[in-house]
């Protein structure tokens, strides 16, 4: 078995890293129909929450253990840390444990790539986000690899983390218009992305500020119970894609409307079952609350890349009958 | 973070981890209420189900991964294999990941041990096993702590598992006694652990074998949705003690029962809510499916005994909220 730390995977070629990220997540959706799939297990606390995410195909089980405490910084501490496990079908023993907290990260962004490709307009160039946090410069990357950006506007309640989102983009030639609140942020933005980390029912811009434009809003903040970034009425007005509707319906931004939500699911679009933005589509709201899915792309990613370093964790008695032997 | 291996498990000393087992589970056992608790969530395959099961209190949240292969020993590998992990519910980070292999060996007879001191007569003097795989030989370490047995009776389809058997008892001082089948196994047994891995709906030994005796049957094999080992016809004349009702009823021998069944959960009985063994009680079946908190109690045993490796899985960032510099 294979113990993969975040050291091993930080010192990868970053570059390299979040394209293969985006093509093995695309490979794994264009084939979505050949995994079992079910909605994420979480324990609630008032100061965080805790989820395994579990999948598989017809050769990798894989779950993904992840946390998300937003006052964890306050303490030095990352709000979600996340650790990964990939085992083989056939015999279900563990093949790798994975550090996953920058792979999550690396995983959302290649996941909102994807659906910027299909749901963006093709000459967005204005790229606003709101919450610069640990996933916000992944978030850019992203972008940057689709659209060439002019400008990013963005805003936090935390000034230092404009401050750090700043710094780490001083160098990347675009214009960086740092806005007061959120609605400054939206108000010319092509593409706006969500990504604060409170845990609360929270409307973060008014349905005005983004009315009749032709904009991609990719809601990757509101992930779960309890949790949500956007104002319902422009829910109401836009055109919804999930990653996997029993999931959303729970923990995502549609949560907040009543009844069923007449929604695309990501795959369907990848796989051209369904347009991606058409002339008719005005906003198009990509309700993202992190589907294990993508954690199961990026762990087959490592296990085909075979890093890390081999730990004995298991049992290997000489006869698989006589266990207790083992103890003597 | 520390790893602790089935290497690091092995190596304790097994009288006192199992002694330390059932403290720590009837521990909690004692403080039920106290838990998070959900049914385990399974993925099955023709061959195996791999299985994830999460439960927390005020200060830890664990989960176990666990399979269940029932041909891996055909080709030199366990049956069943796992791996837990817990995390400090204040920040949710993991504080440890340890082989679970071995500790579900224990921790399930541990919970034997517990159900068989309340519900077993407690002149019990001969023990039946049905199954002599992985398992058996904890099961009669368990048993043993409690009763001096003056026979075994055990029957494995497979011989060579029955040798097994026979080897690391032969100087146990107990009569070994290799039976033909199952019925000859429970003729005269006061306590029958039932713990065969065939994944269907079995019927061991019919009901008339233990009608009207006053009989502990220790049912563990049964434990996933069409595997079971036990005629319901004894379900129906005995009383009912599971770990889980929720869970037990979809897993558990009940899941062939009709409609609700009247069962008590084991914690009612440690915490005396329920009585034990009493004389109006003749057939007892312990409907063990495994559940999470087992796990839990091995992790929380594990984590307090400090052992195992240091090992820096998870990013370190210099500020939580700069990921990103981490790939620089």
Chains 1, 2 share one sequence.
């Not at 079908?89 to 990260?105: E, H, K, N």
């Not at 933005?189 to 990504?195: E, G, L, R, V, Y």
């Not at 845990?199 to 434009?213: N, S, T």
């Amino acid at each position: 078995m294979k113990l993969i730390t975040a050291k091993d995977i930080s010192t990868l070629k970053f570059s390299e890293l979040f394209q293969d990220a985006v093509r093995y997540l695309e490979a794994d959706l264009g084939r979505w129909q050949e995994f079992k799939k079910s909605s994420r297990h979480a324990v609630h606390f008032p100061h965080g929450v805790f989820e395994l995410m579990p999948v598989a195909d017809g050769a990798h089980y894989t779950y993904k253990y992840v946390n998300a405490h937003p006052s964890n910084p306050e303490h030095g501490k990352l709000s979600i840390v996340a650790l990964g496990m990939l085992a083989d079908v056939q015999s279900g023993y563990p093949q790798l444990v994975a550090d996953m907290t920058l792979l999550t990260a690396v995983r959302t962004a290649a996941m909102s790539a994807i659906a910027a490709k299909h749901l963006a307009r093709t000459d967005s160039s204005v790229f606003g986000i709101i919450g610069c946090g640990a996933q916000s410069e992944f978030q850019v990357y992203a972008m940057r690899q689709l659209f060439p950006p002019t400008e990013i506007r963005y805003f936090d309640r935390d000034a230092e983390a404009m401050e750090k989102f700043e710094r780490n983009l001083a160098h990347s030639g675009i214009t960086l218009t740092r806005c007061k609140n959120a609605d400054e942020v939206v108000r010319t933005a092509d593409i706006i992305t969500t990504c604060i980390c409170e845990k609360a029912k929270v409307r973060l811009f008014a349905y005005d500020a983004v009315k009749g434009r032709d904009v991609f809003i990719n809601a990757i903040g509101g992930d779960c119970p309890g949790k949500t970034e956007l104002d319902p009425e422009i829910l109401r007005n836009a055109r919804i894609v999930v990653e996997f509707y029993e999931q959303t319906k729970k923990e995502g931004e549609i949560q907040n409307l009543a009844g069923e939500t007449a929604c695309d699911e990501m795959w369907e679009i990848v796989q051209g079952k369904k347009a991606g933005r058409t002339d008719a589509d005005r906003i198009i709201v990509f309700d993202s609350v992190g589907f294990a899915l993508a954690d199961f792309s990026m762990l087959r990613m490592l296990h085909e890349r075979g890093i890390g370093v081999d730990v004995a964790l298991l049992p290997e008695p000489h006869n698989p009958k006589n266990l207790f032997a083992l103890f003597r």
